[in-house]
């Protein structure tokens, strides 16, 4: 807030607008002038206000919450004091203010979690926590900011094992759709004292709110890293995704002699050729269709055999009827096609439904795989 060039001169004394009256109350009285015309040495603080107060008018809304409390009381403080200001002065300051912009080659974040997003991707996770760590309280910012980019799946054992009414506050600074997930994940009775302690949250301070941030992030921070984003249902099923159907089901039939919970959560997350059917809106069918080379396609669709036939007819019958005509003439004149051939181009139109969703594409429905 002090980084603006001063401007010369003083400031006259401002009058007082509650005691001049109405303009029909004026009579012989001369409106006494708002300041000098030249413009005054004004304090940096005032400066600052005048800027915020004119980004406020054009519905410019300045992050004002991530500067230092003592700071944004000052700013408050200035904004009482000021009355108003000639346009000779106003111009003055917001020149001044686009100078010291443009003199700017390069602006750095303030505080840790600034410095740690600009070092995302390159300095290793571990490290990062560690610095969190020892930073402890000195965190700068809205600790609710880094809470609301945190995985659910390290949200999910803070919101179980708080009390209730730290968890209502945790849900109702999260998004809407955020939060509700986490509570369709907690047993029924934990949700609904949850949710009842939302009520109660109405008289809460911001101060106490703050707090319960900063401890929270000390929470997640005192957490390991994860070597793995993903948990081993998802990379188990990930990698069965494109074995052969042979290893798949051998691997899977295993896994459910030794642990079959988990062999449950894994063919949850597998994904094959055979429930493009069961799990592909019909409307997405078109777009999924363009996207996949047309050689593997047809090799593809020719290929499949029992379950995965019902996939390609589920394919036909989602595109115009000119297109699928197309495609089963080509299909019929490719004849026969190797199982290992099949198999190469079903993993292949896998691939791109998977690239598809990850780039919100399109959307899986969900099902048991």
């Known amino acids: 807030m002090d980084g603006l060039p001063q401007i010369s001169d003083d ?20 409106m006494p002038s708002p300041v000098s015309r030249m413009p005054a040495k004004l304090p940096k ?15 410019v809304k300045l992050p004002l919450a991530t500067f230092p409390e003592e700071m944004q009381v000052e700013l408050a403080h200035q904004l009482t004091d000021l ?19 443009d003199s700017i080659g390069l602006s750095f974040p303030g505080g840790l979690e600034g410095a740690l997003s600009v070092l995302e991707g390159t300095i290793s996770g571990t490290t ?10 000195s965190l700068l910012g809205d600790p609710w900011q ?7 799946s390290r949200l999910l054992p803070i919101l179980q094992e708080e009390s209730v009414e730290v968890g209502a506050i945790m849900l109702s600074k999260l998004q809407v759709s955020k939060a509700a997930q986490l509570m369709s994940m907690l047993p029924g009775e934990r949700a ?56 798949r089901e051998g691997v899977l039939e295993g896994l459910e002699k030794t642990d079959k919970s988990f062999a449950e959560e ?8 055979a429930n493009i059917a069961s799990r592909i809106d019909p409307r997405d069918v078109p777009k999924l269709v363009r996207s996949i080379p047309q050689d593997q396609l047809i090799t593809a669709l020719a290929g499949a055999k029992e379950e995965e036939a019902h996939s390609t007819e589920f394919i036909l019958s989602n595109i115009s009827k000119r297109m699928a005509e197309g495609l089963r003439e080509e299909m019929e004149a490719i004849g026969q096609v190797a199982d290992s051939d099949a198999e190469v181009a079903m993993n292949a139109v896998v691939a791109t439904i998977r690239d598809l969703e990850a780039t919100g594409e399109i959307f899986l429905i969900s099902g048991e795989g």
């Open 266 to 273: 894994v063919r949850r997350n597998i994904f094959t050729y």
């Open 192 to 247: 609904r004292r949850v949710a009842y302690a939302v009520s109660l949250t109405s008289s809460v301070t911001p101060e106490v709110v703050q707090r319960i941030g900063l401890s929270l992030v000390a929470q997640l921070d005192a957490q390991p890293s994860q070597a793995f984003s993903d948990e081993p249902p998802e990379r188990v099923g990930a990698i069965l995704n494109f074995s052969s159907s042979r290893t």
């Open 45 to 59: 603080k005032t400066k600052a206000a005048i800027i915020v107060k004119l980004m406020a008018a054009q519905d």
């Open 83 to 101: 009355r108003y200001i000639d346009k000779d002065t106003l111009t003055a300051v917001v020149e001044e203010f686009l100078e010291e912009l």
């Open 128 to 137: 990062a926590s560690k610095l969190r760590t020892n930073a402890g309280f």
């Open 146 to 152: 880094r809470i609301a980019e945190v995985d659910i």
């Open 11 to 30: 400031m006259g004394a401002l009058p007082d607008l509650g005691q001049m009256g109405t303009a029909g109350d004026m009579g012989g009285f001369d």
